[in-house]
């Protein structure tokens, strides 16, 4: 997956900036726009890979799926919450039962993580090992 692809789909996955939503890009910049049509400002890459709304929205199930059962529903039957797989902090395996314990036993003191912390995590390491941004998105 392109980086340009991950954006569509968090913005796909409900993915909405704060005052407005995105509507197309320009000059590299995605430009945001009022509910009523009005230019409001653009963002960068970087600004919505920054945001941790966007990361949620890209593990939604619209999108890449990386969470569990939508389990709570509202009296009009839309979903109120979105419960994430939660992973080992340390190898990225989800955790299983009531004691929340890695499949692979590692040792940690770290909790678990909800599956779009651990995938933004990923990406700050891969910018730390000197990668680009298409680099992490072309492991997911």
């Known amino acids: 997956m392109k980086t340009q692809e991950a954006i569509q789909k968090m913005i796909e996955g409900g993915y909405r900036p704060k005052n407005g939503f995105i509507w197309g890009i320009e000059s590299g910049r995605y430009i945001i726009m009022d509910d009523k049509g009005q230019r409001i400002g653009n963002l960068s890459i970087t600004d919505i890979l920054l945001d941790p709304e966007s990361w949620k929205c890209l593990g939604s199930e619209k999108a890449m799926r990386w969470g569990n059962e939508i389990v709570m529903i ?23 039962g009531e004691l929340q314990e890695c499949p692979n036993n590692c040792e940690t003191e770290k909790a678990p993580i909800e599956s779009w912390l651990y995938e933004w995590h990923r990406l700050i390491d891969t910018l730390a090992e000197g990668k680009s941004i298409d680099d992490y998105f072309k492991t997911i």
Do not use: Q
């Open 74 to 96: 509202d009296e009009v039957g839309h979903p109120k919450e979105w419960y994430y797989f939660l992973r080992c902090p340390v190898c990225g395996e989800i955790v299983t």
